[in-house]
């Protein structure tokens, strides 16, 4: 008698190698973000920061796919360390801007090798990379309807 598909079986999810794969990951990041006094929502946050230099916490939290609850703290301990400042917007007393500070665009060019030393860490082919990157992009994509 064949054995038939268990839909609960933890070997049969797809969440649970992306949620393990995920751990690892932020696990293989700490001890170059510890060089940077960051944890990895920092670090991301920052990424973000760096690209765009000055955003509304509304748009810091649609790049991340973090909410403002989650936000709110996050800036607060960036702003703490002196990487980005906070401030009412002018036009809409509601929104909250973010602008990086020179402090912060100095923490950039310490963390330039974070990638390659993660990328040392995770041992996979280019081409690999590349599909995973498209596969989780795109069911991302497919998860966040707005």
Not at 6 to 19: A, G, V
Not at 26 to 53: C, F, G, N, R, S
Request: aromatic content about 8%.
């Amino acid at each position: 008698m064949a054995a038939s598909f268990d839909p609960l079986k933890l070997e049969n999810q797809i969440c649970f190698p992306l949620y393990a794969c995920s751990k690892e990951i932020v696990k293989a990041y700490k001890p170059y973000l510890d060089e940077l006094d960051l944890t990895y929502t920092q670090y991301i946050t920052m990424m973000v920061m760096w690209e765009h230099k000055e955003l509304r916490v509304k748009e810091v939290g649609k790049y991340l796919y973090l909410d403002s609850s989650t936000l709110t703290p996050l800036l607060k301990r960036l702003e703490e360390k002196g990487y980005v400042s906070r401030r009412r917007s002018e036009k809409d007393e509601r929104d909250l801007i973010v602008s990086i500070t020179e402090e912060g665009m100095a923490l950039h060019e310490k963390a330039l090798s974070v990638p390659q030393r993660l990328a040392a860490c995770v041992d996979i082919e280019p081409e690999k990379a590349q599909l995973l990157y498209s596969i989780l992009y795109e069911l991302l994509g497919k998860l966040s309807v707005p």
